[in-house]
């Protein structure tokens, strides 16, 4: 009786093994479905805001062109300007035409200080293709939510005038359709920029 349990044993060991050796040899070289992945990065959306003109602008006004988007403010003492800088180097590498595709936009976060007047004269020392865009507050909250970027304000002194603005520092490339693509971090150099947006123009 034992050595009948035995055997029973021994050949379901062996049925199991004899088993498991065929599938490995059916599936052996068989190809791996790829891995789907569906939905966006949810960054970027719909915006109402004021360009260096005066001129309400929304998201709507830039379809049709890629979008460089990066949030500051102008009295940033080195961030801002310094990343301003290589969003402007980055698109001087680019050809006459391509540059066209491209509307670099400067959203401000201050936009007590930052009026429209302020922004154009800021703007411009970086390119005459750039945009600047300010707000109500509320207006540039919107804006910045949509964009996933962080911001806190932080007085120097106790009459208030004298603040600094703390906020993420990120170059967001988007397509014609306002839907996210990359982004940047700060310290990317322009060269860098320059060869992401040569895969999509």
Do not use: W
């Amino acid at each position: 009786m034992r050595s009948r349990l035995l055997l029973v044993v021994l050949l379901g060991f062996l049925l199991g093994a004899v088993g498991g050796a065929v599938a490995l040899l059916l599936t052996k070289g068989a190809p791996v479905p790829p891995v789907e992945t569906s939905g966006k990065a949810l960054i970027g959306g719909p915006f109402a805001l004021i360009d260096q003109a005066g001129k309400p602008v929304t998201n709507q006004d830039f379809r049709g062109r890629y979008m460089l988007v990066f949030f500051g403010f102008t009295h940033c003492p080195d961030i801002c300007p310094t990343e301003l800088q290589v969003m402007a180097a980055a698109l001087e590498a680019l050809s006459p035409k391509e540059r066209e595709e491209i509307v670099p936009v400067f959203i401000t976060l201050d936009p007590e200080r930052d009026t429209p007047a302020v922004m154009a004269a800021y703007v411009k020392n970086f390119g005459s293709g750039f945009v600047g865009l300010t707000g109500s507050p509320e207006a540039i909250a919107a804006a910045a939510k949509v964009y996933r970027i962080a911001y806190s304000k932080f007085q120097q002194d106790k009459t208030g005038s004298d603040y600094t603005i703390d906020h993420s520092a990120l170059v967001y490339l988007m397509d014609k359709n306002g839907d996210y693509i990359t982004h940047f971090a700060y310290g990317t150099p322009a060269a860098k920029l320059t060869e992401t947006l040569h895969r999509y123009l």
